[in-house]
């Protein structure tokens, strides 16, 4: 157990839709990350917040947006589904601002979009 | 930005045998380079990290090498087992954010 806890496990649903992904970081961890894996692909990095400010913006769509709540949970919204937004999302914490220490991977997100 | 390459894509190795996973990078200021395992349907996992000043590192059958002036570093596992199939990920990291490499899937054969 990584300590950090990602919902829902499963989501499906349909083109056009909304969905949000819920994350709360390991306890004292104050960078999370965001990365979307496809089938068969590699770690798409999407996002980075720390301490409630985005940090970093890596390849996310403008159809996607993401925020860190006061208590360090972070949410990501992704809206006008499409086909090729079937993906696993992980989302991922660390303890500083700067990468380079471990990374925290949860259980991931999967999306499947109808 | 960073860009980080991996090799090969796919492995497949007989039990015991070893295995080299090899990653460049192309920003010279990347300085803390992780390997994390992947197992099917679950979360990537650290198994070894290694920094700028410091050019190899090892931990039981897994050992990690950095050639600064390349830009290339390497995840070699000796002494193979089935359990080590997983897809393996070398990532880079200037210090801002993760860079990580495609993946490489890796299978054990008995």
């Known amino acids: 157990d990584s300590g950090v806890t990602q919902t829902p496990k499963h989501l499906i649903t349909a083109t056009g839709q909304r969905v949000t992904l819920r994350c709360s970081p390991r306890s004292g961890d104050l960078s999370v990350y965001w990365y979307q894996q496809s089938l068969d692909q590699g770690l798409q990095f999407l996002i980075q917040?720390?301490?409630?400010?985005e940090r970093a913006k890596g390849n996310i769509l403008e159809r996607f947006s993401a925020q860190q709540f006061p208590d360090l949970h972070s949410e990501l919204n992704l809206s006008s589904l499409e086909l090729g937004d079937s993906a696993l999302y992980f989302c991922a914490s660390s303890a500083g601002l700067w990468g380079s220490g471990e990374l925290f991977f949860g259980e991931g997100s999967r999306l499947t979009v109808l | 930005g960073e860009n980080v390459e991996q090799h090969p894509s796919t492995l497949s190795v007989q039990e015991g045998d070893s295995a080299v996973i090899k990653c460049t990078y192309s920003?010279?200021?990347?300085?803390?380079f992780p390997w994390y395992k992947q197992e099917l349907g679950k979360r990537p996992q650290l198994i070894i990290d290694?920094?700028?000043?410091?050019g190899e590192k090892k931990d039981q059958r897994i050992a990690v090498t950095l050639n600064k002036t390349a830009k290339h570093f390497s995840l070699h596992i000796t002494e193979t087992q089935p359990e080590d199939s997983a897809v393996y990920f070398c990532a880079a990291s200037t210090g801002n954010q993760f860079y990580f490499g495609t993946g490489t899937s890796l299978t054990v054969i008995p």
């Open positions: 917040y720390y301490n409630g400010e």
């Open positions: 920003d010279s200021a990347s300085n803390y």
């Open positions: 290694i920094r700028s000043n410091v």
